[in-house]
């Protein structure tokens, strides 16, 4: 009988001692990252592809190491706040984040999850996101696009050397993401190039149609497209309405010269989603976002469409053609 209660008393206590050692055996939790973009999946491939990348170079397997969840606004910003709060809701290790208007919703969800802005325009400190560039002391960290005096004089310089002779330059922007910097200098750039600059907004996609019945009235010479979100989810239509108006144009980002846009010049996103991935790297091994430097964008991109010239009539010289990064025949 005592061997019997003996026998009982360990293999009870066995059975309560198992779920505990079960539990030890069982992997850690992966790290979650999360990914809030504000085009459509489609719009950001490219980027998502280089992200991807940036942490397989690092020994991060998606799935066996770590997990992404992803989230697209499709080029509406007003999803972003309700994305950015379901990413928050995974408790990820930290978000990678697209826009503007991205990162100001992913700051009020969240004070303490790190968060690293990807192509963001204007200055993060004037934002109320970080303390200085070298130390951005809160949770917020990451990689700027760059819209100040010299990029915007070398995209309507390009517009101005590709088209000799203009002078009424309508600049079409989205007053929601549109750096104020950017619409404050932009007057005095275009005037140290002897252009006149209009500006017409669109604020959403169904604005599409009026602006461009404006611009159409306003006998213009050329147009500049800003780099919004919105513009670049909705590319084809944009440049659809360009080509129907033949209008020469320049745009921030090559996926418009792939859809038939004229020329653009901006930064290479995909360098910043890569360069993102090695601050992803670094938090998951306890790096603090405020103690990463904010950086600017390194690599910038002309790409022109020498089929949407010809259809323009316009014809661009050899020692323009050696400029670009790539043309597009």
């Known amino acids: 009988m005592t061997r019997r209660r003996e026998f009982l008393a360990l293999t009870g206590a066995a059975a309560l001692a198992w779920p505990f050692a079960a539990r030890a055996q069982q992997p850690a939790r992966m790290p979650v990252v999360g990914v809030l973009s504000p085009l459509s999946a489609a719009a950001a491939v490219r980027n998502i592809a280089a992200f991807r990348r940036g942490l397989h170079d690092l020994d991060y397997v998606e799935g066996r190491n770590i997990a992404i969840e992803y989230r697209f606004a499709d080029g509406v910003s007003e999803r972003l706040a309700k994305l950015a709060a379901e990413l928050i809701a995974f408790r990820p290790a930290v978000v990678a984040v697209g826009s503007n208007e991205g990162i100001m919703a992913a700051r009020t969800a969240t004070s303490s999850v790190p968060l690293i802005m990807i192509g963001i325009s204007g200055d993060p400190v004037d934002l109320g996101l970080a303390e200085s560039f070298a130390r951005p002391g809160g949770n917020v960290t990451g990689f700027l696009v760059n819209p100040d005096a010299e990029i915007?004089?070398?995209?309507?310089?390009?517009?101005?050397?590709?088209?000799?002779?203009?002078?009424?330059?309508?600049?079409?922007?989205?007053?929601?993401?549109?750096?104020?910097?950017?619409?404050?200098?932009?007057?005095?750039?275009?005037?140290?190039?002897?252009?006149?600059?209009?500006?017409?907004?669109?604020?959403?996609?169904?604005?599409?149609?009026?602006?461009?019945?404006?611009?159409?009235?306003?006998?213009?010479?050329?147009?500049?497209?800003?780099?919004?979100?919105?513009?670049?989810?909705?590319?084809?239509?944009?440049?659809?309405?360009?080509?129907?108006?033949?209008?020469?144009?320049?745009?921030g980002f090559r996926e418009f010269a792939q859809a038939g846009g004229l020329m653009s010049y901006g930064p290479d996103l995909p360098d910043l989603y890569r360069r993102a991935a090695s601050y992803v790297d670094k938090i998951l091994k306890g790096g603090r976002p405020g103690e990463l430097p904010v950086q600017l964008a390194e690599r910038y991109a002309l790409v022109v469409n020498l089929k949407t010239a010809k259809a323009l009539g316009l014809t661009i010289s050899e020692s323009f053609l050696l400029l670009a990064d790539e043309v597009i025949e």
């Open 152 to 251: 915007l004089g070398k995209k309507l310089g390009l517009l101005r050397d590709m088209v000799p002779g203009i002078s009424r330059v309508g600049v079409v922007v989205d007053p929601k993401t549109s750096d104020t910097r950017e619409l404050k200098v932009l007057p005095s750039v275009a005037g140290q190039l002897g252009l006149r600059a209009h500006v017409f907004e669109i604020g959403e996609q169904g604005e599409f149609e009026r602006a461009f019945a404006a611009i159409e009235r306003a006998d213009l010479h050329a147009l500049y497209v800003s780099w919004a979100p919105l513009f670049m989810a909705h590319r084809a239509q944009i440049t659809a309405f360009v080509a129907k108006l033949r209008l020469p144009a320049i745009y």
